[in-house]
């Protein structure tokens, strides 16, 4: 069975093999699907010497770790920020990748089951507390079981695809990234912007609150590295044009937001004809995170089924 090259995110991690490899579905490796020779885009580990080192099984799942609430802020009735300490011993041999940008968990109150388990991004990570910041906005069932967190939780992870096409930005140092963000997706933007700021780049944010109502993540930026403007709900191209036309050395757009944001913003960055990658938060439905659910399958334009708890792109679209 021959398929399209794919980028996996897990490629090399602690978790590689996954369980997709015992059932020959690996989206990296053509020879654990079968086929007779290797045309993987090598990333440095080869997951076929891997997998047989690893007498043809799966390395372990990620695991579920009682963690300890620390402090909930309330933005507003809907929209809170907790602080969450994890573990010690898990923190040290399972969370070494938490402040990667895209990073994301998955929390539970610990009275519920894993059917709970709602996929939160990582905003901000204190590694000499060993806390992490989630920010999360009450929708739904799940949601609002979080909001019922006293002391302890079940959190599951540490995962990485939150945000699609993460890998670009493995090159880019001393330009100038612009952010166009909406309400709740200030949350993982903010690992974004602390790493392409480690990596001296200047940060362009434009924020449409939406209904969060609050800039919440100019706490944890430094006001030297970065601008903010707004971004007008009722007409995003005034707001955005003037800011495209001025700024230089442009090397990336991340998008943060809803599908219909996502959009609307790709609209008005497609006349400018950018040579640069997008980037967007992965907004498909996340159950497992472990390739094993099929929760968060989406199809290409020539039918294959993508698996987005898993695949990474080269631009963090799939359907190009
Ligand atoms: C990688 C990732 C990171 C996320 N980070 C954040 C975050 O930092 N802060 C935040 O507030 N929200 C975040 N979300 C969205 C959050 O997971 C959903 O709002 C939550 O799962 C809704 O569950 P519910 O039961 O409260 O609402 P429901 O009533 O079940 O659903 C409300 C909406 O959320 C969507 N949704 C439901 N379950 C999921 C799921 N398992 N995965 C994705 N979408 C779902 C539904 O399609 C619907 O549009 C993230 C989602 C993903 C996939
Ligand atoms: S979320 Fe389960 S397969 Fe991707």
New binding site residues.
């Given amino acids: 069975m021959s398929k399209k090259i794919m980028d996996c995110i897990d490629a090399g991690s602690d978790y590689c093999p996954c369980y997709l490899a015992e059932t020959g579905d690996c989206i990296v490796c053509s020879l654990i699907r079968g086929d007779k020779f290797c045309n993987c885009n090598w990333t440095g580990t080869c997951i076929y010497n891997e997998y047989m080192w690893n007498g043809e099984k799966a390395k372990n799942l990620r695991g579920e770790y009682i963690c300890k609430l620390i402090n909930k802020e309330s933005l507003d009735e809907y929209t809170k920020i907790l602080t969450i300490k994890i573990p010690q011993k898990a923190y040290n041999s399972r969370f070494k990748d938490i402040r990667e940008p895209g990073s994301?968990v998955f929390i539970r109150n610990i009275k519920d089951n894993s059917s709970f388990?709602?996929?939160?991004?990582v905003?901000h990570v204190d590694s000499s507390k060993n806390t992490i910041e989630?920010?999360?906005?009450?929708?739904?069932?799940?949601?609002?079981?979080?909001d019922k967190i006293q002391n302890n939780l079940i959190l599951t992870g540490p995962?990485s695809?939150?945000i699609l096409g993460i890998k670009n930005i493995k090159k880019l140092y001393q330009g100038t990234t612009l952010f166009l963000v909406r309400g709740?997706s200030q949350?993982?933007s903010v690992l974004l912007a602390q790493r392409l700021i480690e990596k001296n780049n200047r940060i362009v944010i434009g924020v449409d609150n939406g209904i969060v109502k609050q800039i919440f993540m100019k706490k944890y930026l430094d006001d030297k590295d970065v601008a903010f403007f707004h971004l007008d709900y009722d007409n995003y191209d005034k707001s955005i044009s003037p800011i495209l036309n001025k700024i230089e050395k442009l090397n990336l757009i991340f998008i943060g937001g809803s599908n219909s944001f996502k959009e609307k913003m790709k609209n008005i960055i497609e006349r400018y004809n950018l040579d640069v990658p997008i980037l967007y938060?992965?907004?498909?439905?996340?159950?497992c995170g472990e390739g094993i659910c099929g929760?968060?399958i989406v199809e290409d334009d020539k039918g294959n089924k993508i698996r987005t708890c898993k695949a990474n792109t080269k631009g963090g679209d799939f359907v190009d």
């Fill in positions: 994301y388990n709602v996929p939160m991004s905003m989630i920010a999360y906005r009450i929708v739904g069932i799940k949601t609002k079981a979080i995962f695809n939150a709740i949350a993982p938060t992965n907004n498909n439905k996340i159950c929760a968060c």
